[in-house]
């Protein structure tokens, strides 16, 4: 039980969204009541602010929308209307259903659906042991950073990118893919530091963001035309002999492949694929051999096509050559920190499950709900919002409506997947709950604690799925654990952690920063890892960073019928779909260059349909040079959908988006979708 204090006092605590940053925060707390969120100072990478997504996060927690009781479907599927239930009555339905299922289809008709939305290790993995004790179908986790994780250990096998520290002491910071001041907003003081003594910002992408707006140079690069840009930087690099020799010949292997590859091509393909020109390229490339403490950020967003992993091969290739990995003051490369590895077995229970059972890969929701030969019967729910963030949502809808489907949801608010729910059960939030967070977007790792006590009927992750396992019946040792118990086995096992820090203290709140920070490259020379330029090993992808095909972009069906490529980068206000609640009603906008806007007669501020051959979309239109001409940009998951004039109701915008997977790790492909648009 939290101590009830009455006056004013403060407690610290960890974000848990799905941020690279994992901020620490302190939460002011008067008569059990919080009634402020700010950052911790005493965080170095927080450095005492937070976004103001999470200065408002105690609308979302103290929402009218926020569910604080199991409740029982009574209208229906996606109409939202529900009964209060008891807990008791909640787990006992659910238990016997999810049983039935198994007897009458066997464990796989189960599909439990999360992802990110609780980074804490314990409660996002919760649900786990259950499920491999059900023998349930098993969920590839893919919808955010599979491709780029894949195309990253393509090339740098277990190599962590370099601490986001580094970047302070930089003569050149290249951001690219990522819009800094939206989802990465504590790397900026770094940007700022590194420009008041002289450095350059440049950026790189699609559009015009707010990044892009606040850069020294902005590059214009298109969709999945990445790869180009870095191999065409890479072979001006080669003419002019720019690259680290030194740490190519004692720390990589395979360049000369990639070498032969590079300079094999003309200046003009990669130009040309890219969307950059030649003088362009070169600039970049001059800019990069007369600056030697460069720092590249790369964005998981470039990943998001058919050819994203191989964009992050070959940006990863080209700081190889550069040297970027061996760290140094002002030098580094960051993809994702990579920082703490622990036994997941602790956290997932895959001894539990008996027989193997199928892979639902999670970009496939809609069509495992829709169109599976074995088809799901029961679905469960938490950390995640699919009506909202998965692509080709408008399917995953249609099946979520299915009368044979019993979908269980655990959620804190009432989200448009909790609408469908026959069973809607409260979730705590992380300010409810113990956990545990390490960040991939720097090197420090902590324990939160509870701040408050539970609101109304709500159970964390953790209790609720240890809970459902003994109403199933299941006796074994893991379900009768305690969260810290399991906390204590799992940070036992962490690696990455000093090794005079005991698990006792990082439990008591000792904010870890790991040992595998590679600042000065001394990780590199002292694991024996390498970097390869050349990787034969993993079939079937080419062995080197190389130009491949898109998709949708050169599909000349497609083509003819929708003239317009979509991006759907993040939005300010919005964490993929969470806070949606905060903005019902509204549907968001879309940037338009005026020459598009002019093809098909749109004004400014007026409401357009995106429309393709999977769904549509309502949107209030943004005419602007920030964008290229082809390209709208939509920023932001939006939950309600918006009626048009027809009285037709158009979704969110992942209506349009495909169940398409990209080139490596069964990603999504986001950002390589063609559509029209309908004037209003």
């Known amino acids: 039980m939290i101590e009830k204090m009455e006056k004013l006092h403060t407690l610290k605590s960890i974000c848990p969204l799905d941020c690279p940053d994992t901020c620490g925060i302190v939460a002011s707390i008067e008569n059990g009541k919080i009634v ?51 807990w008791q009555e909640a787990l006992q339905l659910c238990a016997e259903r999810l049983l039935e299922v198994k007897k009458e289809y066997g464990g796989e008709a189960i599909l439990p659906y999360s ?26 986790q893919t919808i955010c950073s599979a491709a780029s994780g894949a195309g990253w250990k393509k090339q740098c096998g277990p190599l962590a990118g370099c601490p986001p520290e580094n970047a302070a002491d930089a003569r050149l910071i290249i951001a690219w893919g990522i819009n800094i001041k939206v989802s990465n907003v504590h790397f900026w003081p770094y940007v700022r530091q590194a420009r008041k003594k002289g450095a350059r910002l440049v950026v790189i992408d699609p559009y015009r963001n707010e990044t892009a707006q606040a850069a020294d140079e902005y590059v214009q690069v298109n969709i999945g035309g990445d790869t180009a840009l870095a191999l065409g930087i890479l072979q001006v690099l080669l003419e002019s002999d720019g690259v680290d020799n030194q740490f190519i010949q004692e720390q990589t292997t395979g360049f000369a492949d990639l070498k032969a590859y590079v300079c094999g091509r003309e200046l003009a393909e990669f130009a040309r694929i890219s969307g950059v020109s030649e003088t362009v390229i070169r600039m970049l490339a001059r800019e990069i051999v007369k600056t030697p403490k460069t720092f590249i950020r790369i964005g998981v967003g470039i990943s998001r096509n058919s050819r994203g992993a191989m964009s992050i091969r070959a940006i ?18 960051l993809l994702s920190a990579g920082a703490f590895k622990g036994e997941t077995e602790i956290l997932t229970g895959e001894s539990l499950r008996t027989e193997s059972t199928r892979s639902i890969n999670m970009i496939h929701l809609g069509y495992a709900l829709t169109g599976m030969e074995q088809p799901v019967k029961a679905l469960v729910v938490y950390n995640s919002n699919p009506a909202s963030v998965n692509p080709d949502s408008s399917s995953v809808r249609f ?3 299915r009368d044979d489907l019993f979908t269980v949801v655990h959620e804190q608010v009432m989200t448009p997947t909790a609408r469908f729910a026959d069973l809607l059960l409260p979730a705590t ?32 992750n953790f209790d609720f799925f ?9 006796n074994d040792a893991t379900f009768h654990e305690t969260c810290r118990e399991r906390l204590k086995r799992y940070l036992a096992t962490m690696g990455g952690v000093p090794q005079d820090i005991g698990v006792e203290e990082i439990i008591e709140g000792r904010l870890v920063h790991s040992t595998k920070s590679c600042a000065s490259g001394e990780v590199l020379k002292s694991s024996g890892l390498k970097f390869h330029f050349s990787s034969p090993g993993y079939a079937p992808e080419p062995p080197i960073a190389c130009l491949t095909d898109a998709g949708e972009f050169v599909d000349p069906d497609l083509l003819a019928r929708f003239p317009l490529q979509l991006i759907t980068p993040p939005h300010p206000d919005l964490l993929n779909s969470t806070f949606g609640e905060k903005y019902q009603g509204e549907c968001g906008s879309v940037l338009i260059h005026p020459d598009d806007a002019a093809r098909f007669n749109v004004k400014d501020g007026a409401m357009v349909i995106i429309a393709n051959n999977r769904g549509r979309s309502t949107r209030k239109a943004t005419v602007s040079q920030n964008t290229k001409k082809g390209v709208l940009v939509a920023e932001g998951l939006f939950w309600i959908p918006v009626e048009d004039s027809s009285g037709v109701a158009a979704g969110g915008i992942n209506d349009l988006t495909s169940q398409k997977l990209a080139d490596m790790g069964g990603g999504a492909t986001f950002h390589e979708c063609m559509v029209t648009l309908i004037a209003r």
């Open 115 to 140: 992802y990110a939305g609780n980074m804490g290790a314990v409660n996002r993995l919760a649900g786990y042991p259950l499920f491999h004790k059900l023998g349930t179908s098993q969920l590839e």
């Open 36 to 86: 402020s969120l700010s950052g911790d100072k005493d965080h170095p990478y927080t450095n005492g602010f937070i976004c103001r997504k999470m200065r408002g996060y105690l609308d979302r927690f103290y929402s009218p929308e926020r569910i604080l009781f199991p409740q029982l479907r009574v209208g229906r599927k996606g109409e939202g209307k529900f009964k209060r239930i008891s």
């Open 399 to 401: 099946g979520l409506a």
């Open 316 to 333: 990863s290739s080209l700081a190889a050559a550069l040297g970027l990995f061996a760290g140094g003051t002002g030098r580094g490369v």
């Open 466 to 474: 240890q809970a459902l396992a003994l109403a199933c019946g299941f």
């Open 429 to 460: 939030t992380f300010l409810e709950n113990l956990d545990v967070y390490t960040g991939y977007g720097h090197f420090y790792m902590g324990v939160a604690k509870p701040v408050v006590e539970p609101a109304g009927e709500a159970k964390s």
